[in-house]
Each structure stands twice: as structure tokens, then as C-alpha cells.
């Protein structure tokens, strides 16, 4: 793969020191070992240490977002949006600033986990097989598992891979009660399920919004935080299609459709 895309999306020197990697079998076996990521950091040049601060760490989980939604095409700018959902609706709850930047970051990194999961099952058209969907229902114990060793995000990787959890337990990854999931978790699961509504899938086209509320609606108080599906709603109603502009090949922290309000 990194061949193939030589000169297009890799530097070409890069790709061919990488390349030399291949037949290194002590360099394959060290990714084995559990101290992996002290020997990456020590690799490290001193002077390329950047300390991090908020404007930074926005961009970081703004850049992560990006890549997790190009990888398909079904997906494209779905953590971005969620992102603007999750703060609508935070914002109309009354979340102090600092809540919502914890909040916006863990709807943008909510489905890192599905970097995980290979294209073939993410753009199938029809019915998953049980052992595809076991593949697919493990994406949020992997986003967890990425965003618990990163220490600014280690807070909300709880929060962020609760986002198909419902508040009758019969959510996955690990099937979570309702009295354990907070308004963060509550918030998400809302805001990832009516951006997904919205768009066209691989297996059934984009969703009306009246049918959208129809469907949340219906999951109030068994699947979803009742007060959370209404105040979603409410955002709804400032909803607009995507238009072909916003499907551009253009930055997606520039074009993604805002929900009702934006916050400064």
C-alpha cells in the first residue's frame, strides 16, 4: 500500500526508508514489545518536542477527525458534524466553555476505533455476517483502548467510546447501564445517531429529518436520554442538507454544514 501510493499521498524518500524496513526482523519484533512507546518517545529529537496547549490539542483532534472520516466515503465529515451537534446541544443544556471543549473534543475523536475496521465491512451494501458485525461493535473498546494512553484525552476516552451504549443496556461495547453513563456519553449517543440518520449509508440512503425525529422519538427514555433527544430536536429544526459545495475537496474544519448555532 505505502508503494502504491509513492508520490502520491507519501514522500518518496520517506517511502523508500520505510521500505528498507521490510526484512528488518529485529525492528519487527520490537513493535512487540511492551515498551514500544518508550522507545518511540526516546527516538524523538529534543527539539521537535512541542508542548501542547488548547488551540493546539483543538487542531490535533480537528486533524484526527479528518483523517477518520475520509477513510470511507459514507462516513465523510461524520465526526466533524457530530462534533457541531454534540456542542448544539450541549450548548442549549447549559455546559459551562469548559465542558464543551471536552465535549467537542470527544465527539471528534469518538470513532477513531473505526481505523480499526477495513473498508470491505464499513462500505458493504448489504447485511453484515455475525463475525463482521463482532468486528464492528468492537470499534468503541478501540477507541477507548487509543485515546486512555494519550494523557489529554485519557479524561473523556470513557465518554467518547460510549457513543452506541443506550440507557436500557443493550448498547455495546460493554453494554452499559443507563445510571452509568453521563451527560456527555447521553449527549453523544444522541448527536452520533442523528448526524448518522442524515446521511446516506451503504445499505439504505439518507434519512428524512421527520422520519429522524420519528426514530429518535422512539428511542427516548429506552435508548436515548429523553432530554437529550429533545434538545437535539430543537437543533434539528436549523438543519440543512449538505450541498454539493460542502462535498468539495476542500478543508472540512472550513465546509462542514453548521447546525442551528455556532459558538464562538
Not at 520517506?14 to 522507545?39: I, K, M, N, R
Not at 425525529?213 to 436549523?238: H, N
Request: with cysteine; aromatic share 6%; glycine share 6%.
Amino acid at each position: 500500500m505505502v508503494r502504491d501510493r509513492r508520490g502520491q499521498w507519501f514522500d518518496p524518500e520517506l517511502v523508500d526508508l520505510f521500505a528498507t524496513l521490510e526484512d528488518d526482523t529485529t525492528f519487527q519484533d520490537s513493535l512487540a514489545l511492551p515498551d514500544v512507546g518508550e522507545q518511540v518517545a526516546a527516538a524523538e529529537p529534543t527539539a521537535a518536542v512541542v508542548l501542547v496547549d488548547n488551540p493546539r490539542l483543538d487542531r490535533i483532534a480537528e486533524a484526527f477527525a479528518w483523517v477518520i472520516d475520509a477513510k470511507s466515503p459514507f462516513t465523510f465529515r461524520h465526526s466533524m458534524r457530530v462534533a457541531r451537534w454534540s456542542v448544539d446541544i450541549g450548548a442549549r443544556l447549559g455546559l459551562s466553555p469548559s465542558a464543551l471543549t471536552r465535549l467537542r473534543r470527544a465527539a471528534l475523536l469518538h470513532d477513531i476505533g473505526k481505523l480499526g475496521v477495513p473498508n470491505r465491512i464499513l462500505d458493504h451494501p448489504g447485511c453484515l455476517t455475525d463475525r463482521d458485525w463482532k468486528v464492528v461493535k468492537r470499534h468503541p473498546q478501540h477507541t477507548y483502548d487509543i485515546l486512555v494512553q494519550v494523557p489529554p484525552f485519557a479524561e473523556f476516552a470513557s465518554d467518547a467510546s460510549a457513543h452506541h451504549e443506550r440507557l436500557d443496556g443493550n448498547g455495546y461495547h460493554r453494554g452499559r447501564a443507563g445510571h452509568t453513563l453521563t451527560q456527555t456519553a447521553r449527549i453523544l449517543a444522541v448527536a452520533d445517531n442523528l448526524d448518522a440518520l442524515l446521511a446516506d449509508r451503504p445499505y439504505r440512503p439518507a434519512v428524512r429529518p421527520e422520519a429522524v425525529v420519528d426514530i429518535l422519538r422512539e428511542g427516548a427514555g429506552t435508548a436515548y436520554c429523553p432530554i437529550c433527544v429533545d434538545t437535539g430536536i430543537v437543533a434539528l429544526a436549523g438543519w440543512r442538507a449538505p450541498s454539493a459545495e460542502d462535498r468539495s475537496d476542500v478543508s472540512p474544519l472550513d465546509q462542514v454544514p453548521e447546525p442551528a448555532i455556532t459558538l464562538s
